[in-house]
T-cell receptor, first 111, second 113 residues
Framework: KAGVTQTPRYLIKTRGQQVTLSCSPISGHRSVSWYQQTPGQGLQFLFEYFSETQRNKGNFPGRFSGRQFSNSRSEMNVSTLELGDSALYLC??????????FGQGTRLTVV | DQQVKQNSPSLSVQEGRISILNCDYTNSMFDYFLWYKKYPAEGPTFLISISSIKDKNEDGRFTVFLNKSAKHLSLHIVPSQPGDSAVYFCAASVVGRDDKIIFGKGTRLHILP
């Protein structure tokens, strides 16, 4: 069974640009969650989608948004990038929101 | 407000000895707890979990203990091996409410030769 796939693995963007990250969950998993990992801050919850609906949202500004498609694939978008957005973005899928199998992450660097 | 706290950013343990990683939580609604292990440049991988109806769960070298009254859990690794060097995240959730999993900030474990 294929694991969670995130693309791209690495990304360099300039301040002010926008970026879209993609996540393909494990087959059969309908819940997809996104986390931001920065040094010293652990895994900070961004949002969770289930069957194309956002069910939970973390404390991030509106520049961070996401969506989920009918095949459970999910995308995360960050607009007007800031230097502080540089982080590892992790996607996790599960049969429910309390189950999480992680992808390898997308390393975003904002310069 | 940090609902899941890992107060030790790092821990060094001699190979072959026991590693004990600690975690505290503040939300008494949490009833399911998980530990994840993360190597650099990889996503976290699930290690072991425990339901609040238990106070101990064991899987090979890994044992998780839960003290509900103290809102505290710990992960014991024995014996510690070089491949155990990684960041360990404690996490908690409320089963059945489809709520999110809350992670701690992680503890970096160094296994010394």
């Amino acid at each position: 069974k294929a694991g969670v796939t995130q693309t791209p693995r690495y990304l360099i963007k300039t301040r002010g640009q926008q970026v879209t990250l993609s996540c393909s969950p494990i087959s059969g998993h309908r819940s997809v969650s996104w986390y931001q990992q920065t040094p010293g801050q652990g895994l900070q919850f961004l949002f969770e989608y289930f069957s194309e609906t956002q069910r939970n949202k973390g404390n991030f500004p509106g520049r961070f948004s996401g969506r989920q498609f009918s095949n459970s694939r999910s995308e995360m978008n960050v607009s007007t990038l800031e230097l502080g957005d540089s982080a590892l973005y992790l996607c996790a899928s599960g049969r429910t929101a309390t189950e999480a199998f992680f992808g390898q992450g997308t390393r975003l660097t904002v310069v | 407000d940090q609902q899941v706290k890992q107060n030790s950013p790092s821990l060094s343990v001699q190979e072959g000895r026991i590693s004990i990683l600690n975690c505290d939580y503040t939300n008494s609604m949490f009833d399911y707890f998980l530990w994840y292990k993360k190597y650099p440049a990889e996503g976290p991988t699930f290690l072991i979990s425990i339901s609040s109806i238990k106070d101990k769960n064991e899987d090979g070298r890994f044992t998780v203990f839960l003290n509900k009254s103290a809102k505290h859990l710990s992960l014991h690794i024995v014996p510690s091996q070089p491949g155990d060097s990684a960041v360990y995240f404690c996490a908690a959730s409320v089963v059945g409410r489809d709520d999110k999993i809350i992670f701690g900030k992680g503890t970096r474990l160094h296994i010394l030769p």
